[in-house]
């Protein structure tokens, strides 16, 4: 079970950093070569959109962990701590243009609603202008 998770969190990376349209569960399956039914055996019943609420939690999980880890990196990278926020800054902002569609998914509202967080800092984010 663990490798048709990885395999469709990955196939949902890739459409979203490939293709402009909604992610959808038909869609990530067919990709991954998989039936229709096996993102709802990984990720939840079809009910309520169950499926496809809990993909979405995992991609946005997959993104804060691939998001810590290039912060992590040049934070621990340098000793000077000036170097090491500068480097932390650049990182954040490279994550944010190479995948702007998932960084939206991460911060937006209807992760936020599902998860319980605030939105308010990631819809500005996501407002500003610089990601657009």
């Not at 969190?9 to 070569?33: D, M």
């Not at 804060?64 to 170097?83: N, P, Y």
Request: aromatic content about 6%; proline content about 4%.
């Amino acid at each position: 079970m663990n490798e048709l998770r990885e395999l469709l969190l990955e196939v949902a990376l890739e459409i979203l950093r490939e293709e402009e349209t909604p992610l959808a569960l038909r869609k990530v399956a067919e990709r991954a070569g998989k039936s229709r039914t096996a993102p709802y055996l990984v990720f939840g019943e079809q009910q309520d959109g169950g499926g496809l609420i809990g993909l979405k939690l995992a991609v946005a999980t997959r993104g804060a962990e691939m998001l810590h880890s290039a912060l992590l990196k040049e934070i621990t990278s340098v000793e000077d701590a000036r170097v090491a926020l500068k480097g932390a800054t650049n990182a954040f902002f490279t994550f944010v243009r190479a995948n702007p569609r998932l960084f939206r998914l991460m911060f937006g509202p209807e992760v936020a609603e599902v998860s319980g967080s605030s939105t308010n800092d990631g819809e500005l984010m996501i407002k500003h202008p610089e990601f657009k």
